[in-house]
């Protein structure tokens, strides 16, 4: 892939920064101060950070006002960590497929897609669904009869979204993310065996939120599914049917939330945790990674363990448990003077 | 999308239902009590429910024989549930791609697709495989050579069944399920490294199955795994090579079975669960969530914990546990009165 | 699917094995000793398994020199396993999309694909990608700009590879499989909120890499994230981004790795574990299935347990908690004898 190249007193206009040194040292990418070449753009926010600039190869750097920067070409900033992702947002820009719509895309009779809009190769937008401006569908994309999508969304390659869901503006799904797949629902069939619940619920996806790659959120049974602004879902998450996630949630890797429970706002849960069903959540929880979590959890409460603790407690039951085995022994060693007391009364 | 809107009295000819009220309301969709609007059916099916009735803003509702709907146009059923259950089929019937085999769509020449199959575009069906009447195949689903696809199959959009694997009648796959990829075996390599053993089997999966979204099941290294009649997976399980799954096995989200390991039937193996491999569960076992079984569970047995324990076991366990750091405190309160004893004798 | 059939004269000659007994039987297929049939071709490794020959309906047999095979035909073998499934490719080879690249694969015009490989209908091969000799992509994979995939390459079904990620030689990815998602890093938005950090790297995945299906690798934020040679990594296994896995690795599946973690060689990582971030692993490590880890490692260690625990001290505090209930009595009753004691002064 040809790499941009850029001046670095064109980065600099377009950042709206203070060149000092040469402004005319041409750079191609970004990267750390250790990994940094002569063409690599670098950055440093503290003193620390500063001396191992010396040693580094960078052709520039983005650094804290005031910072010694031995002379290196750099770039002054109020807050050199945010300036540096700027910037490498123009170096390494965000994959797109082709602009418009690709013709080997499918878009049903029946369905809109805005002209600003971008799908891929093999997307498929079915009977009455609706893509919004700007938004990008990658390769193989498909949204079933009656989703919606807003604005300024990115659905990534083998993203599917089923039933009737509707997704705000800027919202991203990762590479093969489900969104509104069946829930895990059944009744006893009179004939024995399962049947499985007609669900007509769907899932709704609030602004800004991200979905992670092969996570999979399933349609509401008759309410919806409800994913609120702002929540940030990692890899390979289960969401099950009509559970309800508040806003600015964060749910890390592996983690399954049960059917119709509610996480509410700020709350975090970490990853491989799992959460019962019907329960609620936070505002402001904490649920460590592993947890199993089996009641609900109060505003602000920390739990850990499986099932789940107060972190305080789970902290002192494994610092108990690892000295269980020598208790062991010391209970049977008062045991056995207890029995000489007995023999010698 | 537009909206289906039925008279109650069209609806009561179509379940076979008595109509008790005005005949002539329109409906447009079926919703919970709490959430109904004037254009929603709802259902009750006691008399604690027909209370909040009143409250309800829902059109019509499906109510049990008898049961006081305070005027409100009924449809009266011997089991309220199922049909309203019934009714939402009618309402919102489920996603599925135009009819026929999409232009999009690729048949191999040597696959055989039944005239009422229905492929959505970007499918593939691969040389020698086969797909039976009225199933369908949403978007960008893929079978490899050799695949069988029974009747009244649903496989999802992005399914990949691959290995020559052999699907029965009403077989659900959900958005991005994987059956039939290579097992996790490996031998020795005589230049170091490991060599993957060369697959032969097929993944066999009976009438009646549903696979939930992203969920992956393996093919057998030699003889073929199998997942039995009725038997209802969901999103994101894991199951190896050369498992046998009986009929009607229920396999929460995220659980994991290693190979070789036999399931028998009716058993649960709840959310997150984990299974070594080469063991016997069931059959009518239950393993907990988030339960780590490494040893075979006996019929009807429950099982709880990482490792396993029965479920009596685990829950003593746990709560003396909590009770542990305690514990330490009162040992070494009876240790200092029994050096007090010794010194004092 | 028309089965393959070949002759045992002829099947001896391709394997370079010695015939014994009938050289004209006719072959069509592989199986274990129980389930073989006259068409099938099993095999024995010792006295043992010779003995179960006898009732096996087998068709012929590969044996250990030496081995009393009751007149059955077969062929002599040093290592009559690894001969079998030599043979057993034969009879069941790999499934391979058409040869060529498919007409309704998509081929980026800045793209290069080598004209030996093979693109199954639906692939996508963004801008400047690079596919090498031999590799095949199956249908419905995605390469997104800038990827490049080696020689001898297989990309299952609806795999997806973004952030101009590099892939080595012989690398396998299992249908599902995606490589390069965005990784899971946010800063706080000065609105509030959560921002995603702009991530510029990539993953690079060297020679004789197995990922398994659905498996997620996430791109580096920076630096990449990196599989080291010949590791094989199994079904829903999340790798987080800046990762550095190494060489001959063996992560089970559904286990979960953090980000910036390294695990060195050799190591491995059982099914369902998961690893905290910025840890190092290894080498030669093992971390126990379900086992939580959130310190290092040090080499050749074993860890158990969640938060993990040496394998004897786990294996120790597992059977002591199962007596723990038990304790909590003994322990009151000691306390009752006290109790008594100090009465009795």
């Known amino acids: 892939m ?28 970004v990267a750390s101060l250790d990994e940094a070449g002569p063409g690599d753009l670098t ?10 600039l010396r040693e580094s190869q960078a052709g520039a750097v983005i650094a804290l006002h005031g910072l010694d920067v031995a ?6 900033s109020a807050d050199p960590s945010r300036d540096f992702y700027r910037a490498a947002r123009i170096f390494v820009p965000d994959s797109s497929p082709p602009a418009g719509i690709h013709g080997n895309a499918v878009v049903d009779a029946g369905a809109s897609v805005d002209e600003t809009a971008c799908l891929g190769p093999g997307c498929f937008v079915g009977p009455g ?18 989703v919606e999508v807003g604005a300024d969304c990115v659905l990534h390659a083998g993203v599917v979204v089923a039933a009737a869901s509707v997704l705000g503006d800027r919202v991203t799904l990762a590479p093969g993310a489900v969104v509104g797949a069946e829930g895990f629902g059944y009744v006893g069939h009179e004939a024995g065996g399962l049947q499985r619940i007609h669900n007509v619920g769907r899932v709704v996806i609030e602004d800004d939120v991200d979905v992670g ?47 119709s429970t509610v996480v509410e706002s700020r709350s975090v849960v970490m990853a491989q945790a799992g959460i019962t069903g019907h329960l609620r959540i936070g505002p402001d929880a904490f649920v460590g990674p592993r947890a199993g979590v089996h009641k609900d959890v109060g505003e602000g409460r920390r739990v850990f363990g499986a099932p789940q603790r107060p972190e305080l407690d ?30 010698s009364e």
């Open 2 to 29: 040809t790499k941009t190249r850029i001046r670095l007193s064109d980065l600099a206009a377009q950042l709206d920064l203070e060149v000092e040194g040469d402004p005319d040292v041409m750079l191609s990418g």
């Open 43 to 52: 950055f440093v926010r503290d003193a620390a950070f500063a001396v191992r």
């Open 71 to 76: 002379g290196r070409p750099a770039l002054r």
């Open 129 to 146: 669904a609706r893509v919004g401006p700007r938004t990008i569908l990658h390769a193989c994309a498909t949204l079933y009869a009656g």
């Open 213 to 259: 790659a092969n996570s999979t959120i399933d349609r509401g049974t008759l309410g919806d599914t409800r994913i609120g602004r702002g929540t940030k879902i990692d890899n390979l998450v289960h969401i099950a049917h009509n559970c309800r996630i508040g806003e600015d949630v964060v749910i890390v890797a592996q983690a399954g939330i049960a059917g």
């Open 314 to 343: 789970w902290h002192r039951e494994m610092a108990a448990l690892s000295r269980l085995p020598g208790l062991l022994r010391r209970v049977r060693a008062l045991e056995r003077g207890a029995r000489k007391e007995d023999e």
